[in-house]
């Protein structure tokens, strides 16, 4: 059992010892240690800070980043709206100038048609005029080879003159 229980000279040297070693450590090494401890744990506690704002900054970000996409899609939405209003006004304009000048050119040619239909008239009526003429004529020199015939006709004609 001896070798379990230290002796006394061994007990209060040990203890020496270690109060020496103790003293000393708490002396030149602790207070170093703790000092790096305590800034390391303000380091981590700033890191910690400093994620946190930068993790709101970019959920911040990230909000703005979302409603300026929704405003771009309305803005792509709202232009692509004038594109075909535009497109539908000019499309329409086209249409409607060719209908104008569809119109014109049929007036036009309406215009053309009557003009040459009353030439072509007139000069069917002139020939018939001309012909009938042909025809009188010949028709009286027949009936009027007389002076006696003719003489009765001329006075036919002013009789039925006076009565007009």
């Avoid at 400093?50 to 309305?74: C, F, G, H, P, W």
């Avoid at 709202?78 to 497109?87: F, G, I, N, S, Y």
């Avoid at 069917?124 to 009938?132: F, M, P, R, T, W």
């Amino acid at each position: 059992m001896d070798l379990l229980i230290p002796g006394t000279g061994l007990f209060f040297w040990t203890l020496l010892s270690f109060l020496i070693v103790f003293f000393l450590l708490r002396k030149f090494a602790w207070g170093p240690i703790l000092n790096s401890l305590g800034e390391r744990e303000k380091g981590i506690a700033d890191s910690l800070e400093t994620a946190q704002r930068v993790k709101a900054e970019m959920a911040q970000m990230k909000s703005e980043n979302e409603e300026l996409m929704a405003k771009a899609r309305e803005e792509r939405a709202l232009m692509l709206k004038e594109a075909r209003d535009t497109r539908d006004k000019i499309v329409n304009e086209a249409k409607d100038a060719a209908k104008n000048e569809a119109n014109k050119i049929i007036a036009e040619a309406q215009q053309a048609i009557n003009a040459q239909k009353m030439a072509a008239l007139t000069e069917v009526k002139n020939q018939v005029g001309k012909l009938v003429i042909e025809v009188t004529e010949k028709v009286l020199r027949k009936q009027l080879d007389t002076p006696q015939a003719q003489e009765a006709h001329i006075n036919g004609l002013v009789n039925e003159i006076k009565l007009n």
